[in-house]
Every structure is written in structure tokens, then in C-alpha cells.
């Protein structure tokens, strides 16, 4: 059979052709160096070696010789492994993916499918983040100001939860709270709110906090979430907006408390008039922060 090779620069020879019949699984089973095998691949010796550590991809030695080489049913589960890492598995699960039977690695992709929307909202929601921050700068440059108030805080029971949570275990920590007051089903007599009591010194992400929905409380009922706070003086500041910039609300009252001589008693509290709960938009967010104080 004649024909011609097209190179890079056009025709470079023409004569007879050799037929050559290769299937996806094998052909001929040569042995293939690890030099020929990374070429043939497009991978590096190094990559290969890597694999070979971890027990993806084992070239067979040879006895006679000592040399180790990969035969052509290794180029489909190459190629296998190549997929499974462009799908974010790690290297211990494609392990176990490639010794697994059909119904296990169907579960893994399951899993996988469902972290991969989890990140990919994630990622949504912060470019919805930086949409909205490109147009604010459009905009008149608003400096958000923190008037601080001072006054009583008068007493009340609330319902309350306390746990250690980082800052997205804070969102279902709040949910929580909200699924079991639906149970309780008690008369609610303000907004729910969170104590920051700590923030853990080994780990900076993880937070001691409470977070309470006051609930108008009758003689006799005993539940040990309900808790009493007593009257106290306080000085408060409103917040609108995302949380990321909430640290400047709890800089005006600690500025204001430090100038005026009175000493901060007491962990921060935030009460959320508006929040998740009610608008999805966090640029409408109204978050009031306060503190108790003593006297001066």
C-alpha cells in the first residue's frame, strides 16, 4: 500500500506503508524502558517513579537482564491515573479506585462530584463577592462610621448552644440553634446573637462561642439551655454589611471605652438584626456589636 508522511513541513516522503495492527490493549505486548515509556507518554521519569513508589503503576523486572519494563496493557491504566488526578483524586485514592470493582469507584465519583460542587460554589459565591466589591468601587466611596452608644443592657433568658467551631462550622452552628428553637417553639423576644468568648490560641480559626435566641422565659420550665443574663451597662455600634470588615466596629468601641477610662468586662457579642436568615445579600447585613463595661 502506498503513501505519503506529513511532517511539521508538509510531504516528506512517499512509498509503501507497513501495516501495523494495534489495538487500545495491547497489539504486540513489548516491553518499553522507562525512557521509551515516559516519551511514548508524555510524562516524566520522575512521575513514573513516583507511581511506582506508590504502587499505581509497577514496571515488571527482568531476571535475566535487571532491567524493569512497562508493557502496553501499563499505557491504558497510565492513562487511567491521568483522568483520576485531573479529577482532583489523590494518590491514595486512585490506589484504591484501581483495585476496586465497578460499584466502589462509582461511590468515589459520587463523593468526588459532591466535594467538586461544594468548591465550585465556593467559588461562585466569591466572584459574585468580587462583582459586587468592582461595582461598590463604581460608586460613591461611602466610609462607614461607628457612633458608639452607651446604655443598659436589661435582663433576660435566653436559649444557648456553646461550641468550638471554625468559621463555616459557625454558619451550621447558627442553623442549629435556629432547627431547635423551632422544636422548643417558645415565645421569642429579640434577635439571636453570638458570644465570642476565645479564639483557640493553638489555632487561630477556631472560636469558642455561644450563640442564644432570647425567648420569653415562664416560672417552672427547666431546661439546661436556657440561660439567665443579668442586667449590665454596655456600649454598643451598629455594622452594615459583610462580616469581613466587622473588626472596625470592634475597634470604635474599644477605642471609645479606652479614651472615656472605662474597662471592657466581658466578651464581645454580636446581635444579628439582619442576616442570612432573612436576605441572602450581605451588603444588607445589620449586625449590632456591643460589650459590657464597668465603671470608670
Known amino acids: 500500500m502506498s503513501g505519503y508522511f506529513i511532517g511539521p513541513i508538509g510531504q516528506c516522503f512517499a512509498g509503501n506503508a507497513i501495516p501495523f495492527q494495534l489495538g487500545m490493549e495491547g497489539g504486540e505486548n513489548l516491553g518499553y524502558k522507562i525512557g521509551e515509556f515516559s516519551i511514548m507518554n508524555k510524562i516524566s521519569q520522575r512521575m513514573l517513579r513516583y ?19 512497562y508493557s502496553a496493557d501499563d499505557i491504558q491504566i497510565l492513562n487511567t491515573i491521568k483522568k483520576l488526578r485531573r479529577y482532583h483524586f489523590s494518590i491514595e485514592d486512585i490506589k484504591l479506585m484501581l483495585e476496586s470493582d465497578g460499584e466502589v469507584v462509582n461511590a468515589f465519583f459520587q463523593q468526588k462530584i459532591t466535594e467538586l460542587q461544594e468548591i465550585a460554589q465556593g467559588y461562585a459565591n466569591a466572584i459574585e463577592e468580587m462583582k459586587r466589591a468592582v461595582e461598590a468601587e463604581k460608586t460613591i466611596n461611602r466610609v462607614q ?6 446604655g443598659t443592657s436589661p435582663s433576660f433568658h435566653a436559649i444557648c448552644f456553646r461550641e468550638t467551631v471554625n468559621e463555616d462550622g459557625l454558619e451550621l452552628f447558627m442553623d442549629h440553634l435556629q432547627q431547635s428553637v423551632k422544636q422548643m417553639n417558645p415565645v421569642l423576644c429579640g434577635q439571636h446573637f453570638a458570644i465570642f468568648h476565645t479564639v483557640q490560641e493553638a489555632d487561630t480559626e477556631l472560636y469558642d462561642v455561644e450563640i442564644c435566641q432570647p425567648i420569653d422565659w415562664k416560672k417552672g420550665t427547666d431546661d439546661s439551655r436556657i440561660r ?25 468601641l474599644h477605642d471609645w471605652a479606652t479614651a472615656g477610662g472605662y474597662p471592657i468586662q466581658g466578651p464581645f457579642i454580636e446581635i444579628y438584626h439582619t442576616d442570612g436568615w432573612v436576605i441572602s445579600n450581605e451588603e444588607a447585613f445589620v449586625t449590632e456589636v456591643c460589650v459590657s463595661i464597668g465603671a470608670k
Open 51 to 69: 507511581y511506582d513508589e506508590k504502587g499505581l503503576l509497577t514496571p515488571k523486572k527482568d531476571e535475566a537482564n535487571g532491567y524493569r519494563y
Open 145 to 150: 462610621t461607628y457612633p458608639v452608644f452607651q
Open 228 to 252: 439567665f443574663f443579668r442586667e449590665s451597662p454596655c456600649i454598643s455600634t451598629l455594622h452594615r454589611g459583610s462580616y469581613d470588615s466587622i473588626s472596625y466596629a470592634y475597634r470604635a
